[in-house]
């Protein structure tokens, strides 16, 4: 596929997203090829196409922009409906990072790095890595996409180790441990609760103050049951569900 081709592919997800949680644009260009890792041009060039497609109609002016040509969800929903549009299924019963999941489930993901940098770890970070309090440690702040629009924001504490800080962490930290350190992420503690979007977070995954995410707190464990890295993600709720499996002993897989 060319790029257009791909970003059309992406969009055209994006627009059917989008409507369905009653929003009535895509995002502005210039964010979605920052977002997509393509020119202007290209977006440009994709939208023009959705358009003879009937999937928007483009504006020109101040309140200009692309409209989705399908806006809202009929019929009065019950509370019980089966939830719309694509969402991450984030399995709580397998170790892998955002980018397999992803990948594995069709969407075309992206991560932005916004900060890496040694830090002092807090208590709640040295306790977790079983470090003395106020020890150096590794901290990484990311944005993860899913076709185009975010998904969650990680704050990840590892280790120090200064190599780490001068690898390409735009991808899987997991893949990037196991490749670069011989590291192995084998079992993780999560916790998982509900939390809002407050000023900060709500900027960087470019949602308004309050809106709903899905806060998860990870210790994750080598193989001999040392802790490598303690994190905390916020998922949009909007775009993530849970899956987890359950079972006795002899049934199922």
Same mark, same amino acid.
């Given at each position: ?31 979605? =090829? ?19 497609? $009937? ?41 892998? !990072? ?21 830090? =002092?770890?807090?208590?709640?970070? =040295? ?69 809002? =979007?407050?000023?900060?977070? !709500? ?46 002993? $002899?049934?199922?897989?």
């Amino acid at each position: 596929m060319t790029l257009v081709e791909d970003a059309v592919a992406v969009l055209g997800r994006l627009a059917e997203e989008l409507a369905d949680r009653g929003a009535s644009k895509l995002p502005p260009e210039r964010d979605l =090829a920052a977002r997509l890792e393509v020119s202007r041009a290209t977006v440009r060039r994709a939208i023009a196409l959705l358009e003879t497609e $009937g999937v928007v109609h483009r504006v020109v002016g101040r309140a200009g922009g692309a409209y989705l040509t399908r806006t809202g969800r009929g019929a009065t929903p019950t509370g019980f409906e089966e939830t719309v549009g694509r969402r991450l299924a984030r399995d709580i019963n397998t170790v892998l !990072g955002v980018p397999e999941m992803l990948s594995a489930q069709g969407f075309t993901g992206h991560t932005r790095v916004v900060s890496a940098a040694a830090v =002092a770890a807090e208590p709640a970070v =040295a306790r977790a890595l079983e470090l003395p309090r106020g020890a150096a440690v590794t901290s990484l702040l990311r944005v993860r996409y899913a076709d185009g629009d975010t998904l969650s924001l990680e704050r990840a504490y590892l280790r120090l180790d200064e190599r780490l800080l001068r690898q390409d962490l735009s991808g899987s930290l997991y893949v990037t441990l196991r490749r670069r350190f011989g590291m192995q992420v084998a079992a993780t503690d999560e916790l998982i609760e509900l939390t809002t =979007a407050t000023e900060s977070t !709500g900027r960087l995954l470019g949602q308004p103050v309050d809106t709903p995410l899905l806060r998860l707190e990870r210790v994750g464990y080598s193989e001999t049951g040392a802790p490598i890295e303690y994190s905390i993600d916020l998922f949009r709720a909007d775009r993530t569900r849970l899956r987890a499996r359950s079972g006795t002993a $002899g049934v199922g897989r």
